[in-house]
């Protein structure tokens, strides 16, 4: 079992539809990454958390730290908003170790107009 | 502001080669992380590197090796190519601090005949 388990795989929504992308853990975090790759390779961070909840424009992200669950949720989408988005995790361990990361596998997110 | 740049962006090798990447990050940051990205495999952690030490490592083979140079930027090397080495190599930069967030590369893209 992998230790960051994203669902759904596949996404596929109408432009302004509500979008909602989940990210399980198993182990000990000190902090969770939402990335988004578009076609061609590059990536961008959208949000890192520790705790709580985040709202980057029409983004926001959610932790329960817990219940060991993040999620992504993408209000009005937009069909900019295809990607692949990816949920990563710094493991807790002594020091700071925040560049190494867990990556789940990805959620390819289709949005049509 | 410069972002994260990576160097060379698309490259052909055989079997047997080595080869070196290289990673900018952004001015001021200490740290860069790098990561093989695999169709099979997904995102993969290699290693960390803070102020030119190697402060994290991957479950990658010897055959990985990284540095670091006084101005932060950071050489990749692979040494006898295998064609499971062709993947999407991306690096990130942050300043290394505990809310340091990170900045990806656009990656450099290996293929290995």
């Known amino acids: 079992k992998n230790e960051v388990e994203q669902s759904p795989q596949n996404l596929t929504a109408q432009e302004g539809e509500f979008i909602t992308i989940n990210c399980s853990y198993s182990?000990?975090?000190?902090?969770l990454h939402w990335l988004q790759q578009h076609p061609g390779g590059g990536i961008v961070s959208l949000f890192m958390?520790?705790?709580g909840k985040k709202k980057h424009g029409r983004l926001i992200a959610t932790i329960n730290i817990q219940e060991k669950h993040s999620s992504l949720h993408i209000t009005a989408s937009h069909p900019r908003d295809s990607a692949v988005y990816i949920c990563?995790?710094?493991?807790?361990?002594?020091?700071?170790?925040?560049?190494?990361?867990?990556f789940g596998q990805g959620t390819i997110l289709t949005v049509h107009p | 502001k410069a972002g994260v740049t990576q160097t060379p962006r698309y490259l052909i090798k055989t079997r047997g080669q080595q080869v070196t990447l290289s990673c900018s990050p952004i001015?001021?940051?200490?740290?860069v992380s790098w990561y093989q990205q695999t169709p099979g495999q997904g995102l993969q952690f290699l290693f960390e590197?803070?102020?030119?030490?190697?402060?994290n490592k991957g479950n990658f083979p010897g055959r990985f090796s990284g540095r670091q140079f006084s101005n932060s930027r950071s050489e990749m090397n692979v040494s006898t190519l295998e064609l499971g080495d062709s993947a999407l190599y991306l690096c990130?930069?942050?300043?290394?601090?505990?809310?340091?967030?990170?900045?990806f590369g656009e990656g450099s893209r290996l293929t290995v005949l």
């Open positions: 990130a930069s942050s300043d290394g601090a505990y809310t340091g967030e990170l900045f």
């Open positions: 182990v000990g975090i000190s902090a």
């Open positions: 958390l520790s705790s």
């Open positions: 990563a995790v710094s493991l807790r361990a002594g020091g700071t170790s925040y560049g190494k990361l867990t």
């Open positions: 001015s001021g940051h200490r740290s």
């Open positions: 590197y803070f102020s030119e030490t190697q402060r």
